[in-house]
């Protein structure tokens, strides 16, 4: 079967730094994207990753490694605005977009 | 806003209605998609339209028929739906399939079965 794991919730103070993981299994991969997708709002795409490394945007960077089929969003600089729902979606050889069930991220002043 | 419009926003239906949801994308873009999001769920691919063919059809119920017109419209059609079917509905738009993992949501309908 596909599966995206990712962890439900994480907590982080202002100013500082977090890391959200994920880990997948899916029949095939091009890449791997993340979306923030505020309370009430609509999923807005943050990244996309089809190699490995580090891409870097503002304060948002996004990791991938193809050989441990893992991947993390890293987000500096936390501001209260970054409280959301962070998702990370693998594109299968498919070309399908599965969504793993997303991290809420909590912010504290 | 992210080029993605979908009416109505908030919808309250029975089960013995029919109502239908629309979604307008206006950034050219040749894929499109319906989306389900519950609470504590992943989000649910439903329906899958490539230059207005459907290319993907989840196992979704047929109290759900999906149409696509053309490459900038996208309907979703609802009868006899059941309580369960309560949800987010999201639909979205990329370049192509797949497109590069980025695909362009609209702010969906939040659809309650009565």
């Known amino acids: 079967g596909q599966s995206l794991e990712q962890p439900s919730e994480v907590t982080a103070v202002e100013g500082a730094i977090v890391q959200i993981n994920c880990t997948y299994q899916?029949?095939?991969?091009?890449?791997l994207s993340w979306y923030q997708q505020h309370d009430g709002g609509a999923p807005t795409f943050l990244s996309y990753?089809?190699?490995?490394g580090l891409e870097e945007t503002g304060r948002f960077s996004s990791f991938l490694s193809r050989s441990d089929s893992y991947g993390y969003l890293l987000l500096q600089e936390l501001q209260m605005k970054d409280s959301a729902s962070y998702f990370c979606?693998?594109?299968?050889?498919?070309?399908?977009?599965?969504f793993g069930k997303g991290t809420r991220l909590h912010i504290l002043p | 806003e992210t080029g993605v419009t979908q009416t109505p926003r908030h919808l309250v239906m029975g089960m013995t209605n029919k109502k239908s949801l629309k979604c307008e994308q206006h950034?050219?873009?040749?894929?499109m998609y319906w989306y389900k999001q519950s609470a504590k769920k992943p989000l649910e691919l439903m329906f899958v339209y490539s230059l207005e063919e459907r290319v993907e059809n989840n196992s979704v119920p047929s109290r759900f028929s999906p149409e696509c017109p053309n490459s900038s419209h996208l309907f979703l059609h609802l009868h006899t739906l059941q309580p369960e079917d309560s949800a987010l509905y999201l639909c979205?738009?990329?370049?192509?399939?797949?497109?590069?993992?980025?695909?362009?949501f609209g702010p969906g309908t939040r659809l309650t079965v009565t």
């Open positions: 950034l050219g873009h040749n894929a």
């Open positions: 899916t029949s095939g991969f091009y890449g």
């Open positions: 990753n089809a190699l490995d």
């Open positions: 979606a693998v594109t299968d050889r498919d070309d399908k977009i599965i």
């Open positions: 979205a738009s990329s370049q192509a399939l797949g497109g590069r993992g980025e695909q362009y």
